[in-house]
C-alpha cells in the first residue's frame, strides 16, 4: 500500500474545517448487515460531542472486546451516512496495513476524550 499519488494541496483553513477529534469506544458489537464485515460502535467524545455511532471495518485486526476502552480518533463534522439500518454519525479513522486492511489511528499516550487533533 502506501502508493496512491499525494492529494492536492490545501490552505490550511481548508485542514481546519475537518474537525478531528479522539474518544473511547464505548460500545462494540458485529455489525452483519454491513455489506463489508464491520463492527457499530459508540464512542464517546466527552461532554460536549458526546457518543456518536460508527461503523467501520476493522475486523481483521479488531474484536469487539479488543476495542472497548480503546481510544480513536475520527471525524466528527461529517454529515451523518446510512449504512444498512444504522446511521454512521462520525468517521473513525485509520490506515492500510500491507494487505490493506485497517489498522486504527490512536493517540500514544492518554489524552482527555473529545480533544481535538491540530
Not at 455489506?35 to 466527552?46: E, H, M, N, Q, S
Not at 481510544?71 to 454519525?89: T, Y
Not at 486504527?104 to 481535538?116: A, W, Y
Amino acid at each position: 500500500m502506501g502508493t496512491e499519488e499525494p492529494a492536492a494541496e490545501i490552505a490550511f483553513p481548508d485542514f481546519m474545517k475537518v474537525d478531528i477529534r479522539v474518544g473511547t469506544v464505548v460500545e462494540a458489537a458485529p455489525f452483519p448487515e454491513a455489506r463489508k464485515p464491520a463492527y457499530r460502535l459508540v464512542i464517546d467524545f466527552g461532554e460536549t460531542i458526546g457518543r456518536k455511532k460508527s461503523s467501520a471495518q476493522i475486523t481483521r485486526h479488531y474484536t469487539p472486546e479488543t476495542l472497548i476502552g480503546r481510544k480513536v480518533v475520527a471525524v466528527v463534522n461529517f454529515p451523518p451516512r446510512q449504512i444498512g439500518p444504522m446511521r454512521s454519525e462520525v468517521l473513525t479513522l485509520g490506515v492500510p496495513d500491507a494487505d490493506g486492511e485497517v489498522v486504527l489511528l490512536q493517540p500514544s499516550h492518554d489524552v482527555p476524550n473529545g480533544g481535538r487533533m491540530f
